[in-house]
């Protein structure tokens, strides 16, 4: 199919990328955004070779090389430093065929947004969705109303076009830990410059990765409760409570944040929901499957959902509503499977059961760079790129 008008709810990744692909493929694309500004949520993202490969396919490969880390090697340390295991990436990028990038996300937004040949309609809340024959209109607060022949809902974890889709509410669920996340200038004395160091222990992490621009993502994550607060002038003190003892760059690095310019989220996931579909409107990215971050797959799953829905759209010729059935039976295993993986992996390394986080840091010490690094090519090349 092609000459479709595609009405978009959303401009994070799933919302603009799906917005670039399906105007490649020919379709009128509007893009709604309730935001009046568009700042991106949170300072930095890993893109995985999965999520890379949908950029390639849609002209970004060369944009987003430009604008991404050069990341050849992972280490795990111990709170004292102590290098627990290091891994070389590079027998991982060859088995998969594509190095990951982890980039700050203003940058990727950038990107994305120049890619786009159209504009996105800033200050456009989206109250509700109505299928009417074979058109769909979006309701915006503002009064406007847009009409297409098919609605990308990617409202992310927080969708309010979920319900429409799925008939009831499904509200996120804390996964018990808190995150802080920020950029800070790249320097030896965090990390070597092309490694991702991660320091574990205590069901915490300190976490350091270069992106593009001589900077790193930096990101804490600890338990605690649900309900936790801080203004930016108590983040430090926090931080440093929390993280007392830990290694010298550990130190360092809080030392170093702009505590005004550090995000501190409660972090949730959603689902598995059991459908992404209904009529002609597909959810996609997180209003169907936000995912608990320790993958680094939640915004990966969105462009692999982007690549899925322009795909049954060109193929397939029977109906707009037949293409996003196609695209929510081939979407369902993968982002199921995503997003349990992602909530056990939180789970390991958040002390759910003190045990099973002991067993991990043990494992941490013997396993061999190849296991670590074969478990990250699995999850990448089970997607639908390989
Ligand atoms: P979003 O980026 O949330 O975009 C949704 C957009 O919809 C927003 O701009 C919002 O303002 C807009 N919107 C909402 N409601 C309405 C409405 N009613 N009307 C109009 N507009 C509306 N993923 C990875 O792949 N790798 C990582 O390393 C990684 N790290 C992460 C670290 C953290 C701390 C977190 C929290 C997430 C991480 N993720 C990561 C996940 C990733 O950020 C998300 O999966 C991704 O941003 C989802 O994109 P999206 O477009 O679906 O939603």
Redesign the pocket.
Known sequence: MDGLKVVI????????TAAIALSQSGHTVEV????QE?RP??A?????SN?VKVLNRFGMGKDIAEIGGQMDFMQYLSTSGEVLNHVNLHPLIEEVGQRPY?VARADLQAMLLKKFPGTVNLG????SVEEHGEQVTAQ?ENGHKATGDLLIA????????RQYVLDREVHPTYRDYV?W?GLVAADEALTPANTWTIYVGNHQRASLMPVGGDRLYF?FDVPLPLGTSAPPELIRSELAEHFKGWAEPVQTLIERINPEQT?R?E?SDVGPVDRMVRGRVAL????AH??C?DL???????LEDVYMLNHFLLTTNISVEDALKRYEAAREDRTRSIVKKARNRAEVIHGKDPEVTAQWYDQLRQESPSDVTDAIAKTILTGPLQ
């Open positions: 709810i959303g401009a994070g990744i799933g919302g603009l709604y955004e309730r935001a568009l949520r949170g930095g993202i890993s893109l995985w999520g982890p456009y809340r989206c109250l915006f990617a409202d992310g974890v927080r969708s309010s076009l995150n996340n990101f995000n989220l972090i996609l990215g997180d209003a936000a995912t971050p680094g797959q939640g915004g990966c799953q969105a």
